[in-house]
């Protein structure tokens, strides 16, 4: 009986422990998206004027600018953890032109982004396209170089794709970030 | 005492010269809208410079995704390679545009990411001042050559042609960042003034600023997206007739191009609009090689290519 209560650790309760986490959320999430970029988060005033002119509000994403600020304030977890619509912002920045209060709405898409980032919350596309940069030096990459070679072009751009050095540099960059932080992808 | 050629030459207009900076889509997508530059710039008189080493912007969902420091850390290295030679980056992507500029504009704004910045970029031998920006073909065309020398230019008018413009939003806003900026940037003109100059008409349409739909919404939700985009197309149709949409942007170029062939095949639209970048246009006009620098598409183009060539000469 003596062993028991001194070498077993107390039971850990889970709802218990969720709740926490979920309060704790709620009680920080605005601080974050505020320090990860989106100073201006308290000036929102829920005008809608962002939205009016969101691609996301018009196509239907569920937590467009103005709905996501609101669910950031009153820090709604699962809704803003588990939803992608912060991925699909075109950062067209339209918002940012039309907002009253300086709030920078696109800010916060990108706030909530790298929010999401460190619970590791993204799509595999993103992850792609940063092994990709981190690789070639190119986001957006291709192996076949017939286009190149239709329209007259060397095959080789004159980019870190041809640039041994130039890639080298930018790894280097690469290393001394945050992505290399948060260990999202192999980094030799 | 000052001769002669000195004063000619302090009379001489500056040479102009820029940093071809083509990002990851026209490299590797689209190089006829490379090509298509390459072509047009040095006829205009504006000395190219490969800006060797040069990588990815970066774009949105890369590194501006994770933090400021990191994104501004990427974009300021590319910047740095024209900085270095004191010239202005140039570019035909709006991504680049937009992600370079707005970089630039955090670390002016602010002292500390500069700061930091520079602290990355000692480790490989180099620093931004923050002097080198970069510039948008569409504005150096309009700008820094004018309308009246791109009409002496041209072998071939474009009357009679009606076109639909895409500036494409990261041309627009957030206006605070770029270094050139429409009047109204909810009613932007310059593109349609470039067309214009070409002989075409180039009308202002309800849909004229919305998105495109491409890059992260695209790749979310292609349904969505696809929806966006077909909107666009049935106001240029129903509203202009257009024959030809041109872009300020690749990567509307591509959307549109894209986009297209799709709902067609999906029997939700019937038409099909060809899709030029400015530049390709304008490439298209001075007399360059069609093939060159216009020949990658999914919605075809021979036939109003071959309209330009045989309707407009001069």
């Given at each position: 009986m003596e062993l028991a209560e001194e070498g077993v650790p107390p039971v850990i309760n889970l709802t218990e422990l969720a709740e926490k986490e979920k309060e704790e959320f709620e009680e920080k999430v605005s601080e974050l998206i505020i320090e990860f970029g989106?100073?201006?988060?308290?000036?929102?005033?829920?005008?809608g004027a962002c939205a009016s002119i969101c691609p996301l509000a018009r196509t239907g994403f569920e937590w467009y600018n103005k709905k996501l600020i609101k669910a950031i304030l009153v820090g709604m977890r699962e809704e803003l953890l588990d939803d992608m619509t912060p991925w699909a912002c075109?950062?067209?920045?339209r918002c940012t032109e039309i907002c009253p209060r300086n709030v920078t709405p696109f800010e916060v898409m990108l706030a909530m982004r790298r929010l999401m980032v460190e619970d590791f919350a993204l799509p595999t596309l993103t992850i792609e396209g940063l092994r990709s940069l981190y690789e070639h030096?190119?986001?957006?990459?291709?192996?076949?170089?017939e286009a190149r070679k239709k329209v007259g072009l060397?095959?080789?751009?004159?980019?870190t794709d041809s640039d041994e050095k130039a890639l080298q540099e930018l790894k280097t960059i690469l290393k001394n970030t945050k992505l290399a932080e948060l260990g999202l992808i192999p980094m030799e | 005492m000052v001769s002669e050629t000195e004063t000619v030459n302090e009379n001489e207009e500056r040479k102009l010269k820029f940093g071809l900076f083509l990002g990851c889509n026209i490299t590797f997508n689209r190089p006829d809208v490379e090509q298509a530059m390459r072509k047009i710039f040095p006829a205009l008189g504006v000395e190219l410079d490969d800006l060797a080493g040069q990588s990815c912007?970066?774009?949105?969902?890369?590194?501006p995704s994770i933090d400021d420091v990191g994104w501004c850390a990427v974009a300021a290295r590319n910047l740095c390679l024209g900085e270095e030679k004191g010239i202005d980056l140039m570019t035909a992507c709006n991504t680049c545009y937009a992600s370079l500029n707005e970089a630039r504009h955090k670390m002016l704004k602010n002292p500390e990411i500069m700061n930091s910045v520079n602290e990355i970029l000692a480790k490989i031998g180099r620093k931004y001042e923050g002097k080198a920006k970069c510039r948008h073909v569409t504005w150096v065309l309009y700008k820094d050559i004018g309308l009246e020398k791109l009409r002496e230019s041209i072998k071939y008018t474009l009357d009679g042609l009606t076109i639909a413009v895409q500036p494409g939003c990261h041309f627009l806003w957030?206006?605070?960042?770029?270094p050139d900026r429409e009047k109204d940037p909810f009613n932007p003109v310059v593109l349609r003034e470039l067309c214009e100059a070409l002989g075409a008409e180039a009308p202002y349409y309800t849909?004229?600023?919305?998105?495109?739909?491409?890059?992260a919404l695209r790749s979310t939700d292609p349904g969505k997206s696809f929806a966006l985009a077909k909107d666009k197309l049935e106001c240029i149709k129903e509203e202009l007739d257009a024959d030809l949409i041109v872009a300020g942007c690749c990567s509307c170029m591509i959307q549109f191009d894209d986009v297209q062939d799709k709902l067609r095949k999906e029997g939700k639209i019937n038409f099909s609009i060809p899709v030029l970048h400015y530049v390709q246009l304008l490439a298209i006009c001075m007399g360059f090689d069609p093939q060159q620098?216009?020949?990658?598409?999914?919605?075809?183009?021979d036939e109003i290519i071959k309209r330009i060539l045989e309707g407009g000469k001069r």
């Open positions: 989106a100073e201006n988060l308290m000036a929102c005033m829920q005008c075109v950062a067209c920045n030096g190119h986001a957006v990459y291709m192996t076949g170089r060397p095959e080789k751009p004159p980019t | 912007c970066p774009t949105w969902g890369t590194m957030p206006s605070e960042v770029y849909k004229l600023i919305d998105c495109c739909g491409i890059g620098v216009a020949g990658i598409c999914v919605t075809p183009r």
